[in-house]
């Protein structure tokens, strides 16, 4: 098989990165007729077999599969059983007693029915000169060079639902406690630009080795940057399913989202969901729903009852090595 991509400027680069096929770039933000007029010309004249639609709720996307005319058209039938179903010769239901994950895989198996129901992630590949940037930029911190632990701890979630956040004195004492167990460890900060007031709480209250690693500059250096962590602490976002797929052993935390849906896939990926919260989950993502502000009578109540324990004792599930094995002090 051979695979081009229609896709957003903002996902190009993680949707294609290492592939070989077109890109073919769409603004549904910008793009009036004109535009889309002519990518649907131009992906009618390539005449393509089968067309993959990998969101879950947009009439947008459905309805241009469907003006292509491409024979086999899949994509996800969402519960509410919208219009949306109808788009596609081969409409696959998103359940919600099964992961995300296992939806994308039956999605793939519509063209591919030999593909195991228990596949697993693959690292995302990257150019061998990211690989040499890398080695420049780990040289360039002197925090780095002890060789000790190098744990990276995603501390944000991106700029919607900040309800979901682990809180940062939570992710410093966590620190604290590893730092007690492994004395040359190195905390790696990631996240955005955008996120700088978050890392700098963080280090007020841990006084530890801390490396800023927000705004690396793309998916590919921070994908190399996963690889050579000993372990990922984020919060449920992208870095963190970035993290196991990358094999890094990798702790996800969730309160608000339901990891039964979300929870990181990879050869040595855990989670914490330890809530007894009423309102939680409160995301629902089948069926559309985000609340706009946190219900409950704490704000983020549910990654409150995550404690730090909880967490460090996840970590060392999937940690290789020993370094963690230790009773922190």
Not at 290 to 307: L, Q
Request: hydrophobic share 40%; with cysteine; charged share 20%.
């Amino acid at each position: 098989m051979s695979f081009d991509y229609l896709v957003e400027s903002r996902t190009a680069e993680v949707m294609t990165l290492g592939a070989p096929g077109r890109k073919i770039l769409y603004s549904p933000r910008s793009d009036d007729m004109g535009p889309a007029l002519g990518i649907l010309r131009r992906i009618r004249a390539l005449k393509y077999e089968a067309v993959l639609d990998f969101e879950q709720h947009s009439l947008l996307t459905a309805g241009f599969a469907r003006a292509s005319s491409i024979p086999v058209r899949v994509g996800f039938a969402p519960p509410d059983s919208g219009p949306r179903s109808h788009m596609f010769t081969h409409p696959v239901p998103l359940r919600e007693t099964e992961s995300m994950w296992s939806s994308f895989i039956r999605v793939a198996q519509v063209l591919d029915p030999d593909l195991p129901a228990a596949s697993t992630t693959v690292p995302l590949p990257y150019p061998a000169d990211t690989e040499d940037w890398l080695d420049q930029w780990w040289r360039s911190h002197a925090e780095l060079a002890n060789g000790g632990p190098a744990v990276a701890m995603h501390i944000g979630v991106g700029p919607s639902a900040q309800y979901r956040r682990w809180p940062a004195e939570r992710f410093a004492h966590l620190a604290k406690m590893m730092a007690g167990i492994q004395p040359g460890l190195t905390v790696i900060l990631t996240g955005s630009p955008e996120e700088q007031p978050i890392l700098a709480e963080f280090r007020t209250i841990y006084s530890g080795r801390t490396v800023d690693a927000s705004g690396l500059g793309g998916i590919a250096r921070t994908a190399a940057l996963m690889r050579r962590c000993d372990l990922v602490v984020s919060n449920d976002t992208g870095l963190m399913h970035l993290g196991a797929a990358m094999g890094t052993p990798t702790v996800g935390l969730f309160g608000a989202s339901n990891p039964t849906w979300w929870a990181p896939v990879g050869p040595r990926a855990t989670y914490v969901y330890t809530s007894s919260q009423p309102c939680s989950p409160c995301i629902n993502s089948y069926l559309r729903h985000i609340p706009e502000t946190c219900t409950a009578a704490k704000s983020s109540a549910c990654m409150w009852d995550i404690e730090v324990q909880h967490v460090l004792d996840a970590a060392r599930r999937v940690v290789v090595g020993d370094w963690l094995s230790k009773q922190s002090s």
